[in-house]
Every structure is written in structure tokens, then in C-alpha cells.
């Protein structure tokens, strides 16, 4: 088997991996705890992600997981205020609806993105608005507004 067919076959194995588990999760009813635990960690290991897969720009954290998790098909859009991120597959969304309909944006996707973004430029949080998810529309979008300070 060549590489690219050994990492798609890991890349699908770590989709429905996960698939599996945040649907074992929300059964169990602790799915929003365990959200939320994964958020205060993903802040102490956002910098260190970072620097391992080579992000240095709102863009790379995109393009980056993308081509490493080979899940969603980021395309990232320079905007006068910022960014727009759209994605129009899924396979994690595809395969936990598949497996009973939990929904994994938050705690495996866009909250570890957004603390990546957050850990590599000076864009706060509350400036990573999500406008849909594959898990109830036809895209994913996400607005990432740039938000420059003035001292006058």
C-alpha cells in the first residue's frame, strides 16, 4: 500500500474514531461536560500544536488540519475585516450522523481551531463567530474579524 493510501485509510479511522466517541458520549448524556474539559485543555496545547505543524497565520490553521486530518475541505477568504472560513464536506459530521447524529463541531473541531487561531495571532475568541456547521446546513462558515486597535 502507498503512503497517500495508508494516511487516507488513518485519516478515515481517526473520523470514525471520533465519530464514535462523541456519540458514545452524548448516549451517556456527559457529551457538554466533556466539551467543555477539552476547551481548557486545548488552551494549554493550542501553542504546542502550533509549532509542531508549522501554523504561523489564521490561513495555516485551516489549510494545515486539512491536510493532516484530511477531514473538512477548508477554503479560507481574506475579507477588509478579516476571514472567512467555509467548508462544504465533512467527513467527521458525515460519519457521526451516520452513527447516531452527535455533534462533534465543538469539542473536535471548532473550538481546538479557534484556540489555535487565538494562540497564534492577537484575535480574541469572541471575534470567531460560527455562522453554520455541516451538522445543520449545507456548509460550514466561520467569521474571523481582525480587530485593530486604535490610540488616538
Known sequence: MDIMKKLALLQNTYAASVAETVNTYE?????????????????????????????ETVGDVFSKLSEVYGCANWAVEKTNDGYIATATACKLCVLSKKMGGANPCNGWCLDPMFTMITAVSNIDSKNLIVESTLMDGDYCKVLIKEVILSYE
Do not use: H
Not at 448516549?27 to 501554523?55: C, M, Y
Open 27 to 55: 448516549k451517556l448524556k456527559v457529551l457538554d461536560s466533556i466539551v467543555e474539559r477539552r476547551k481548557e485543555r486545548q488552551i494549554q496545547t493550542a501553542p504546542f500544536l502550533n509549532q509542531q505543524l508549522g501554523i
